[in-house]
């Protein structure tokens, strides 16, 4: 077997194949996970890019850099790209399938050509997105949530969109199910249930929603193909149908979906903060039933996005009740973090800084949620730019920099090379603040009734907006030094170790970078609990 080496660390691994032939056609689930990640990390700064030009067209009354049509076109691929080619695949497809294996003492995951399927999945759906903002009838302007009347009825290229969702749908479903299986059938022996490391357990309950709920996202779009191109009347209230069905059928999965998004950025700082804090997480069991519980009760709740839509005030009561259900497991994990860094022996390295920061933005986000939750604040801040900053509290702030926090935490494992700290601390500080200013602003202004989706605005409005828009560019040039200092620590980082944080799960205990098949010849033997610190030293920090 043939070895491929670079300047570039651990993203080239051993190969039977050389060049790229041994990237697309690998079934090892490193090299897969590496393209997962290069290519979310790029849709992401996509995204942002598309957001920025958001806030800049709201720095003032009246249109700015674009029109009504162009800025309904641009919040709509913004979120589609954000949400299914970022946030949904962030941490479960680049992370899960780079350390879930290495992380149960498994060689590789249940179905490795499965694994690749689901990845090639990915590219055909970014492709499609792609191509439904530059054919057709221009960039569609649904909003990602594709509502009818609105997606049925507009001559913009929806169809492409709504075909790209479909196939991105098949790769979570392709990984929820390896994953799944991988976790059931190829733990090392020793490793019971009660010794799974917690990031393992959210990638279990996250796999299972992936697996239950996403059908039911294909199911939708299929029935908007055929309202669209068939006529078929499904939604269409002249033809008998119901708008509101379409509400109903999306969010089913769509609020399961916020869990696919925050579970396995809850189970990085699961890892990130025991680590660093240099104690056994507290509450292990709670932590873990708590993941499955989320994801049961998170299936639940999916018409409290739809208080203003006409339902009967008893279904809003039960929905309601649901809602505040569901903050119960999540504050049990605010609370056990909290427990865990008491007396800790606290390192605040770059990781342990965003983790950090997960608690402060995720704890905002869930309070805001409450009060969404919650019918009668509710009608009033529906629809708001309320609804929006308390949504990226909960996805940006919280899988967002869950997501920076395992770049940090885990990449110089897989590249053996160690990033500069001093930029990586300054990228988060810039962050944390331009963040911070941004989401404020919009829900403040939100809560003094401003719209959402809207490209002009009345000027009372004025000074919110652009301090929200000044915070986006403190915000982006946190992002900048952050992946250039990231970058260059791949590239010339000094080497690390097999241990460079003094982690204390399996994945430490191979060599940076991991081997093609992780262990070698010899599969490990557990006889502890994944955070038993006794005896455990950092190599280099």
Same mark, same amino acid.
């Given at each position: ?20 032939? %041994? ?9 897969? +996970? ?27 009354? +009246?249109? =700015?850099?674009? %029109? ?31 350390? !879930? ?33 530059? &054919? ?49 059938? !190829? ?18 309950? =996250? ?9 039911? !996202? ?30 109903? !059928?999306?969010?089913?999965? &769509? ?43 998170? &299936? ?18 039960? #929905? ?44 905002? %986000? ?32 919280? =899988? ?31 962050? #944390? ?44 040039? +946190? ?9 260059? %620590? ?13 982690? =204390? ?6 060599? &940076? ?29």
């Amino acid at each position: 077997m043939s070895e491929t080496t670079s300047r570039y660390g651990g993203f080239f691994q051993e190969s039977p194949r050389p060049g790229i032939l %041994g990237w697309l056609l690998s079934t090892d689930h490193k090299r897969i +996970g590496i393209m997962y990640l290069c290519c979310i990390t790029t849709m992401f700064i996509v995204g942002v890019c598309l957001g920025l030009a958001l806030r800049l067209e709201l720095f003032a009354p +009246g249109p =700015t850099i674009m %029109g009504a049509q162009t800025y309904n076109a641009t919040f709509t691929v913004h979120g589609v790209i954000m949400i299914f080619l970022f946030i949904i695949p962030s941490i479960p497809a680049a992370f899960g399938n780079l350390l !879930l294996p290495i992380m149960i003492g498994a060689r590789d995951v249940s179905f490795p050509k499965l694994n690749l399927l689901s990845w090639y999945c990915y590219i055909a759906g970014a492709i499609l997105a792609v191509f439904a903002i530059f &054919s057709g009838g221009g960039a569609p302007d649904t909003g990602w949530t594709f509502y009818v009347p609105f997606s049925t009825q507009t001559t913009t290229n929806v169809n492409l969109a709504v075909m790209a969702a479909f196939m991105l749908g098949f790769s979570s479903i392709l990984t929820g199910i390896n994953f799944v299986t991988t976790i059931h059938r !190829l733990r090392a022996k020793g490793m019971g249930w009660g010794r799974l490391p917690l990031f393992v357990w959210t990638l279990y309950s =996250t796999a299972w929603i992936q697996v239950l709920a996403t059908p039911m !996202l294909a199911i939708t779009l299929v029935l908007v193909l055929m309202e669209r191109v068939l006529g078929a009347g499904l939604f269409d209230a002249a033809k008998g149908g119901d708008p509101i069905l379409f509400q109903h !059928l999306f969010w089913i999965y &769509s609020h399961p979906a916020v869990y696919i998004m925050i579970l396995p950025g809850m189970g990085v700082i699961s890892e990130v903060i025991p680590t660093f804090a240099r104690k056994p997480l507290f509450g292990y069991w709670a932590m873990a039933l708590s993941s499955l519980a989320i994801a049961f009760a998170g &299936s639940l709740v999916w018409a409290h996005h739809m208080y203003a839509s006409g339902m009967s005030d008893f279904s809003i009561m039960i #929905f309601s009740l649901l809602t505040f259900i569901v903050a119960i497991p999540s504050a049990i994990k605010i609370f056990n973090w909290v427990s865990t860094l008491y007396k800790g022996s606290i390192q605040l390295a770059p990781p342990m800084l965003f983790a950090l920061s997960f608690l402060f933005l995720f704890a905002i %986000g869930g309070l805001g949620g409450l009060a969404l939750g919650a019918a009668a604040s509710n009608i009033h801040l529906h629809d708001t730019t309320f609804v929006v900053g308390h949504f990226h509290y909960t996805m940006f702030g919280g =899988t967002g920099f869950a997501f920076f926090a395992a770049l940090h935490y885990w990449l110089p494992k897989f590249t053996g090379r160690m990033y500069k700290h001093k930029p990586a601390v300054i990228a988060w500080a810039l962050m #944390f603040v331009g963040f911070n200013v941004t989401y404020m602003a919009m829900q403040a202004v939100g809560i003094q009734g401003m719209p959402r989706r809207y490209y002009d605005y009345v000027p009372e409005f004025t000074t919110l907006n652009q301090v929200a828009t000044v915070g986006s560019w403190v915000l982006a040039l +946190g992002l900048i030094i952050m992946f250039v200092n990231l970058w260059q %620590g791949i590239r010339h980082g000094r080497p690390v170790g097999n241990n460079p944080w003094g982690g =204390t799960t399996l994945e430490w205990q191979v060599p &940076s970078p991991p081997p093609l098949e992780n262990f070698g010849a010899e599969d490990p033997v557990v006889t502890k609990g994944p955070y038993d610190f006794k005896g455990v030293v950092a190599d280099d920090y």
